[in-house]
């Protein structure tokens, strides 16, 4: 409701005012066991919405929940990950200390060439060829290699659509 200022009630009329006055309506009395009730319907208002407070929260920490396992899982990952890096260089120079202990020597294989017309005997000593087998690349290399490859491709995609589409601008197609 709006309060009229005395300015106001000059310029209009008798009847405008009439009506302005007939709108305007007092306030409704309150008695003490209306305001006793209206106090309590707010106190237990107020514990309602304390109460959606905590469900809400709740909810909200029961979401993040599988993010803080994830998160500990990965720890617990990349720990193992470095524990077990150190146990197999451990291992490594155990292995080799190991490995050249236990080395056999294994017998040369022996070419000998007679000639017929020398008394001379040649020899030649071949050493067979070591295969270094292919280790495999860790995850993480080959999750690297793969994305940039995926980049690689698409940045020449994008750069093939862009020719395209200034030719065709320059031929006004």
């Known amino acids: ?3 009229i200022l005395d300015s106001e009630t000059k310029n209009l009329s008798d009847k405008e005012t009439k009506e302005i006055t007939e709108v305007i309506k007092p306030k409704r009395q309150i008695s003490e066991a209306q305001r006793e ?3 309590k319907i707010r106190e237990l208002a107020m514990q309602k919405k304390k109460e959606l407070k905590e469900i809400t929260l709740k909810s909200k920490l029961a979401k993040t929940v599988p993010k803080q396992d994830l998160a500990k899982q990965y720890d617990e990952y990349v720990e193992n990950k470095v524990k077990l890096q150190t146990k197999k260089k451990e291992e490594e120079s155990v292995s080799d ?3 050249i202990i236990k080395k056999k020597s294994k017998p040369k294989k022996k070419i000998v060439y007679v000639s017929e017309s020398e008394s001379e005997e040649e020899v030649v000593v071949r050493k067979p ?6 280790q495999p690349q860790p995850l993480e290399n080959l ?3 793969n994305n940039r ?3 690689y491709n698409r940045m020449i995609e994008e750069r093939v ?3 395209i589409v200034g030719y065709g601008a320059a031929l006004g197609v």
């Open 161 to 163: 659509r862009a020719s």
């Open 1 to 3: 409701m709006r309060k």
């Open 143 to 145: 999750v690297y290699n």
């Open 37 to 39: 009730h209206l106090n």
């Open 129 to 134: 060829k070591s295969k270094a087998k292919p």
């Open 149 to 151: 490859d995926q980049l």
């Open 97 to 99: 200390d190991e490995v």
